[in-house]
């Protein structure tokens, strides 16, 4: 059986969009270092941001 690491033990980030920490998830294992947003929800926010600036 693999070894349990707790959550604290694990590689965080700060989302640019809300400024929250997130952790590292397992589906993240292979681009963990490409990994920018905490979630979809703060990747279109981003998105929708950078389109409203670029019209201004």
């Known amino acids: ?3 349990m690491r707790k959550k604290r ?3 965080t980030k700060v989302c ?3 400024e ?3 952790a590292w998830r397992k589906k993240w294992a292979d ?3 490409a ?3 905490c979630s979809e ?3 279109r926010t981003r998105s929708a ?3 409203t600036s670029r019209t201004s």
């Open 16 to 18: 640019p969009v809300c």
């Open 9 to 11: 033990d694990l590689p």
């Open 41 to 43: 929800r703060c990747k």
């Open 1 to 3: 059986m693999p070894k």
């Open 20 to 22: 929250r920490p997130f």
């Open 35 to 37: 990994v920018v947003y």
């Open 49 to 51: 941001r950078d389109r």
């Open 31 to 33: 681009v963990w270092d």
